[in-house]
């Protein structure tokens, strides 16, 4: 899994042969961008990005935050996960990201900084954003 603080989430994964893994299904058609940064062994310990099934994001090593502007049409998949491998361990060891959810596609703006209850659901008067999604 990963976990939340303030608007960074970082995988949880320290042991050897585990993924930490952040699944969003979009319900409405949305645009994001989407911040990520990995410190890991490099070609072994991986962050990977799949949009749709088609890898998008496949980064280890220590290369520093990147950005990305991605967009998933209604009912589309995007997962992000970490990877660790069976041997060692590099760096932080861990993968951080952060989303700003910039639309639904009708112009609705979403809030980036939304609380969190309970029932870990973000929520806005339009949109709540679940750990496994977006759902609107």
């Given amino acids: 899994p990963f976990t939340l603080s303030g608007d960074v989430y970082t995988s949880t994964n320290k042991s050897n042969n585990s993924t930490s893994v952040f699944t969003i299904t979009a319900k409405t058609d949305i645009e994001l961008t989407l911040n990520y940064f990995v410190s890991s062994e490099a070609n072994y310990d991986k962050l990977i990005i799949v949009k749709g099934g088609t890898e998008i994001v496949n980064v280890s090593g220590s290369p520093g935050w990147a950005e990305r502007e991605i967009s998933l049409n209604a009912g589309e998949v ?23 959810l910039k639309s639904n596609g009708s112009g609705t703006k979403f809030v980036p900084d939304i609380y969190l209850d309970n029932t870990n659901t973000y929520q806005d008067e339009n949109t709540y954003v679940l750990l496994d999604g977006i759902y609107q």
């Fill in 78 to 100: 995007m997962t992000i996960s970490y990877r660790k491998d069976g041997s060692t361990s590099r760096g932080d060891d861990c993968a951080k990201f952060k989303l700003n």
